[in-house]
């Protein structure tokens, strides 16, 4: 790791999502009545409780259980999908009924809390309001939380939080040849461009595999002019590579598009014989080769995740296995240097979001049965701090995982099994996503 940090010491504070068995998650049936505030600040004591969102920020270490209704936490789990810029908007997902009047499609829907005010808004609606038959999963949404992109069966939407218009972007099924569906979405920070995958018709293969009859590609739709293009990340032949993962990320500007392609053929000298990750820059057309080493020799793991197209000309991805480009970890790549980072490695945690500044990073750690905690590393002075715990600092005793950070590094929201969060305690083994005040006590 390139840079000044110095040792570690360790200090608590709050944060997490969890693996789940639904289709983007569940959170519905309510429990145990609490009319004291609509978000719960946490501590066994009630005395240790630090109010609510009312208005403003919270202070540094205050958290808000985030899928309740009138107090009373919900009794299916949830997942927690995306957080506003300034941390008052956070999106989830759930299978509950009970967080808005008339849910009745038995299905996973997507959901839009204010912290402020404790409204929560159904996402995944048609324009006129009424419910989806196939409900929805959250993929992404505009910093300012105005837009939000959603799957529902095979189809992206993108749902403006405003008037309530909803837009499919994704093709209309049946009209691209050989496709069958889409999924991903990735927003501009304008809401204007979107970006999605293709899922190709499949063939039986010889070992009862499946094999996609045309390479899996990205697609971009302008919500404003109404145009798609298919971006060239292959040669169409499948077998010769094609986009791999379950997305693609977009710049803020919606001018570069970051995946993973196991395509030979979009950079010279691409020998590695394995999947690598771009930048496809929309402008020029060109492709940058990013998973290499500082010297430029391209990495010998084809292993990814999380690659994020960042505003400062660096793009951040995940490895999963040791290579050349060093420990499993996530790396932070800078296009105009070439040189490579290794921001956290395996050792340390596994990382899982990087501040908008670069200074901080989330990541979370096995303690105890396979579960974990959630950390914020100062980047700056090496200092790590728990986040997933109670407003009087008590360490979460569930499963956290899943942190997201808002873009002014003020606010965490995650999803965690823990009982000792909040008070009165939720019910046993459900997934609850909370917010968690991080502040300037993060990097202090």
Do not use: W
Not at 271 to 294: K, Q
């Amino acid at each position: 790791m390139t840079g000044p940090f110095p040792a570690r010491t360790l200090r608590l504070g709050g944060i997490a999502a969890a693996a789940l068995t639904l289709a983007a998650c569940g959170g519905g049936d309510l429990a145990e009545p609490d009319t004291t505030s609509v978000g719960l600040a946490a501590a066994d004591d009630a005395a240790d409780r630090a109010g609510s969102f009312a208005t403003g920020s919270l202070p540094a270490g205050a958290i808000t259980l985030v899928t309740s209704v009138a107090g009373r936490a919900a009794t299916t789990s949830s997942q927690a999908c995306g957080v506003s810029a300034n941390g008052r908007l956070v999106l989830f997902a759930s299978d509950g009924a009970a967080f808005v009047p008339g849910d009745t499609n038995g299905r996973t829907d997507v959901f839009l809390k204010n912290l402020d005010t404790g409204d929560i808004q159904r996402v995944s609606t048609q324009s006129s309001g009424a419910q989806l038959a196939e409900g929805g999963s959250c993929r992404s949404m505009t910093p300012d939380g105005r837009f939000v992109a959603f799957g529902s069966g095979t189809a992206v939407f993108v749902k403006d939080t405003q008037t309530g218009q909803l837009t499919q972007a994704s093709p209309a099924a049946g009209t691209v040849p050989q496709v069958q569906g889409y999924f991903g979405g990735a927003l501009s920070d304008d809401g204007r461009r979107i970006v999605f995958v293709t899922q190709p018709a499949t063939t039986a293969g010889v070992r009862f595999d499946l094999i996609n009859q045309i390479p899996r590609r990205i697609m971009l739709r302008d919500l404003q002019t109404g145009s798609l293009q298919t971006l060239p990340t292959d040669n169409g032949i499948v077998a010769q590579g094609e986009v791999l993962g379950l997305g693609a990320s977009i710049s803020r500007d919606g001018m570069r598009v970051g995946f993973v392609s196991s395509s030979a053929a979009l950079v010279a000298g691409d020998g590695n014989n394995r999947p690598d990750v771009f930048v496809h820059d929309l402008d020029s057309g060109s492709n940058t080769l990013v998973s290499s080493t500082s010297e430029g020799l391209p990495s010998n793991t084809g292993q990814f995740e999380g690659v994020s197209v960042r505003d400062d000309n660096t793009v951040s991805f995940g490895t999963s296995g040791l290579s050349n480009l060093g420990p499993r970890g996530l790396y932070l790549k800078d296009l105009a240097t070439g040189s490579l980072t290794l921001v956290l490695g395996s050792p340390d945690g596994d990382a899982t979001a990087l501040s908008a500044d670069g200074r901080h990073v989330l990541f979370t750690r096995i303690y105890s049965n396979f579960d974990r905690r959630v950390f914020v590393r100062d980047r700056t002075t090496g200092q790590d701090r728990l986040v997933s715990a109670s407003a009087s600092g008590t360490a979460s005793d569930g499963n956290s995982t899943g942190p997201r950070m808002s873009r002014d590094g003020s606010t965490v929201v995650f999803g965690s099994s823990a009982r000792n969060l909040i008070s009165p305690r939720p019910p046993a083994g459900v997934f609850q996503v909370y917010a968690k005040s991080i502040g300037a006590a993060a990097a202090n």
